[in-house]
């Protein structure tokens, strides 16, 4: 197949580096988050779990959206999937 770019024109998603020490920060960051997560009353992470699906709700065009551009999945299956993220 013979790509010509002035027949096709492909907006490209370019995600943003990270370096090796951002990702060891992140990495670390969340182990952190978790110890504190774990000893969170259950009561608390079920109401804090039901904003985050309220607020995947709210979003979903846009989070599909997002999920269209970073991995190339098509709408249809970017919307599903944040669906089903919400689902308990």
């Not at 098509?74 to 999937?81: A, W």
């Amino acid at each position: 197949m013979h790509y010509d770019e002035t027949v096709i024109n492909i907006d490209l998603f370019v995600p943003a580096a990270c370096t090796q020490d951002e990702v060891n920060k992140s990495v670390d960051s969340a182990k952190a988050a978790q110890k504190i997560w774990a000893k969170t009353p259950l009561w608390k992470r079920a109401e804090t779990l039901h904003r985050f699906a309220a607020i995947l709700r709210e979003h979903s065009v846009a989070i599909a959206g997002c999920l269209v551009k970073e991995i190339a999945k098509c709408q249809k299956d970017s919307v599903t999937e944040v669906r089903e993220m919400q689902r308990p």
